[in-house]
């Protein structure tokens, strides 16, 4: 089993080293890292002096909209990988050897989740725009369910990596999910709740203004929601492959 998982590791090493796209996804959230450390300050900055309006004011916005897209990138990365696999009956390869393929499902869904929990505690922890207290911990947990689950979706929906890109971009629409958390007043703000990406970011805006018993109850919401669309997602994949 060992040997399995260093050749798997090898070859995911390989793809993405030749791979622009996946390399891209790779360090795609670093660059975000960056852009909110060394970007965003000089850039409210220079829109303070031409227009005398701060987009500080709205650094929590900012804050869960960039966040969101580690999740986004990580499962991205980790479902064009799998689309590969699905297409080239490599999955049902490594069903019939010792990593078996629950195995390879570990394996595979791991690594997108170790990737948004490091870089999303990272970017709470060096962007200079994040709020940093015990709630935060509650969209870093949220955060990185998503990725396995929209590397699931890729792979359990697109016909061939060329559709799983479509499919990635049209993930772009879970960017409401912060935008009506932040801006929607109540009642309207339900629009949001069957959103997943919804309650990572209300859980954080919650936290941030004191409300840390609200935030723990967004967060408990967001944990049901994001366990039912994970459920729902792996059961589509297995579908797919059976």
Same mark, same amino acid.
């Given at each position: 089993?060992? #040997? #399995?998982?260093?050749?798997? $590791?090898?070859?995911?090493?390989?793809? !993405?080293?030749?791979? @622009?796209?996946?390399?891209? /996804?790779?360090?795609?959230?670093?660059?975000? !890292?960056?852009?909110?450390?060394?970007?965003?300050?000089?850039?409210?900055?220079?829109?303070?002096?031409?227009?005398?309006? &701060? !987009?500080?004011?709205?650094?929590?916005?900012?804050?869960?909209?960039?966040?969101?897209?580690? @999740?986004?990138?990580?499962?991205?990365?980790?479902?064009?990988? $799998?689309?590969?696999?699905?297409?080239?009956?490599?999955?049902?390869?490594?069903?019939?050897?010792?990593?078996?393929?629950?195995?390879?499902?570990?394996?595979?869904?791991?690594? @997108?989740?170790?990737?948004?929990?490091?870089?999303? &505690?990272?970017?709470? !922890?060096?962007?200079?725009?994040?709020?940093?207290?015990?709630?935060?911990?509650?969209?870093?947990?949220?955060?990185?369910?998503?990725?396995?689950?929209?590397?699931?979706?890729?792979?359990?929906?697109?016909?061939?990596?060329?559709?799983?890109?479509?499919? &990635?971009?049209?993930?772009?629409?879970?960017?409401?999910?912060?935008?009506?958390?932040?801006?929607? @007043?109540?009642?309207?703000?339900?629009?949001?709740?069957?959103?997943?990406?919804?309650?990572?970011? #209300?859980?954080?805006?919650?936290?941030? /203004?004191?409300?840390?018993?609200?935030?723990?109850?967004?967060?408990?919401?967001?944990?049901?929601?994001?366990?039912?669309?994970?459920?729902?997602?792996?059961?589509?994949? $297995? #579908?797919?492959?059976?």
């Amino acid at each position: 089993m060992i #040997k #399995k998982l260093k050749a798997l $590791m090898r070859n995911d090493a390989r793809q !993405i080293w030749n791979d @622009p796209l996946l390399m891209a /996804s790779l360090l795609g959230p670093i660059a975000v !890292i960056v852009f909110a450390r060394f970007i965003v300050p000089p850039l409210s900055s220079w829109i303070e002096q031409q227009y005398a309006f &701060s !987009i500080f004011l709205y650094s929590d916005f900012i804050a869960t909209f960039l966040l969101l897209t580690i @999740p986004l990138l990580s499962g991205t990365f980790a479902g064009l990988l $799998m689309l590969d696999e699905r297409d080239e009956n490599m999955i049902s390869y490594y069903a019939v050897t010792p990593l078996t393929r629950r195995g390879y499902f570990a394996y595979r869904l791991f690594w @997108p989740c170790l990737l948004t929990f490091g870089l999303s &505690s990272l970017f709470f !922890i060096c962007s200079g725009i994040t709020s940093i207290r015990i709630e935060s911990l509650y969209s870093v947990l949220l955060l990185t369910i998503e990725a396995p689950c929209l590397a699931l979706f890729l792979a359990a929906y697109a016909a061939n990596k060329v559709e799983g890109l479509a499919l &990635s971009k049209i993930s772009g629409l879970l960017f409401a999910g912060p935008i009506i958390a932040a801006f929607t @007043p109540f009642p309207w703000s339900y629009l949001g709740i069957w959103i997943p990406t919804y309650w990572p970011a #209300k859980s954080y805006i919650l936290a941030v /203004s004191g409300e840390s018993l609200l935030s723990l109850g967004a967060f408990g919401i967001g944990l049901v929601l994001h366990l039912l669309f994970f459920k729902s997602m792996l059961g589509s994949f $297995m #579908k797919r492959i059976d």
